[in-house]
């Protein structure tokens, strides 16, 4: 049974600031084809909400935090059990200091 993707606001920032990157640095086909392939990798968690690896540096929290990788970029969600949904709470450019990650969350 296929549960829910929720995008955090968050999230959605974060999806937004990618896009206009790469608008900028290179083109809209560019910037357009990177966002579609994270949203489709995204999309991926409907009917296998565990699929990704545990994120090691969230491990502290209530949330169990998973990933899913596309290109530079992680995707961080969990399973909100109660509400059925798989929240997407970040899109990480893996290429930064793995700590921002525990600040960001």
Known sequence: ???KIFWTNFAKTQLRNIFDYYKLKANLKVANKLVVGIVNKANT?????EIGQKEEL???RKENFRYLVYKNYKIIYWFNQEKNRIEITDVFD???NPIKIEERQ
């Open 1 to 3: 049974m296929a549960v």
């Open 45 to 49: 968690l409907d009917f296998q909400k």
């Open 58 to 60: 969230l491990l502290s």
């Open 94 to 96: 893996a290429r930064q």
